[in-house]
């Protein structure tokens, strides 16, 4: 069965940064890109960036250039999103999601990352 | 933040049909059509069609999706309790080089 299990909840204090990670299983990790979808509390989705797993090559938002970096692991089917700079509107759940059929086809279940000092 | 236009709400009766639309431009939905996802409460997103208008097979034939022009549109037919959820369009914009999302619309089955 596919599936893309992210890392757990993190609490950090303003300007750290935050690694999430998310596991691919059950498919070829590097036939699929992986995108990174952020949510703030109560409101819609906010498309950050996404990685071809296969070569590394990535591409992000205007609005995360400079802090945010995307990079992927072949041989542990790992792909990360670290974020740096944190200020408090970063609080957000962060989704991983698998482009495939010309859809997002396939979501981890999300990492809740909250900025507090 | 968002870059596309939903309705923020719609109600319609059990067993009724739902369109929900999503608006955007030449550059987005006019380029390359709209992704539809459906969300639960406290859930990940969930795929309901491609931007060619395709549905994943686990997805049940009362979702179909089309475009016209710049306007996507998500038909949900025979309402049932569980398609209670907030929906998202999303489309690539050529322009931005990014995904953009809707605002979502958020269904309630009455």
């Known amino acids: 069965q596919v599936h893309l299990v992210q890392s757990g909840a993190e609490v950090n204090k303003p300007g750290a940064s935050v690694k999430v990670s998310c596991k691919a299983s059950?498919?070829?990790?590097?036939?699929?890109?992986l995108h990174w979808v952020r949510q703030a509390p109560g409101q819609s989705l906010e498309w950050m960036g996404c990685?071809?797993?296969?070569?590394?090559?990535?591409i992000s938002s205007q609005k995360f250039r400079g802090r945010v970096t995307l990079s992927s692991d072949t041989s542990a089917t790992t792909a990360s999103m670290e974020l740096s700079g944190l200020i408090s509107e970063d609080t957000a759940v962060y989704y991983c999601?698998?482009?495939?059929?010309?859809?997002?086809?396939?979501w981890g279940q999300g990492t809740i990352v909250t900025v507090s000092s | 933040q968002a870059g596309l236009t939903q309705p923020p709400s719609v109600s319609k009766g059990l067993r009724q049909t739902a369109t929900l639309t999503c608006i955007g431009n030449?550059?987005?939905?006019?380029?390359?059509?709209a992704t539809w996802l459906q969300q639960h409460q406290g859930h990940p997103p969930k795929a309901l069609s491609s931007?060619?208008?395709n549905r994943p097979s686990e997805i049940s034939e009362r979702f179909s999706a089309s475009r016209s022009g710049n306007t996507a549109s998500l038909t949900i037919t025979g309402l049932q309790p569980e398609d209670e959820a907030d929906y998202y369009c999303?489309?690539?914009?050529?322009?931005?080089?990014?995904?953009?999302f809707g605002g979502g619309t958020k269904l309630t089955v009455l």
């Open positions: 059950g498919y070829t990790f590097t036939n699929h890109l």
């Open positions: 990685i071809n797993v296969g070569d590394g090559s990535s």
């Open positions: 999303s489309a690539w914009d050529n322009s931005l080089g990014a995904w953009v």
């Open positions: 030449s550059n987005n939905v006019g380029y390359q059509g």
């Open positions: 931007r060619g208008n």
């Open positions: 999601a698998r482009e495939a059929a010309d859809c997002f086809d396939l």
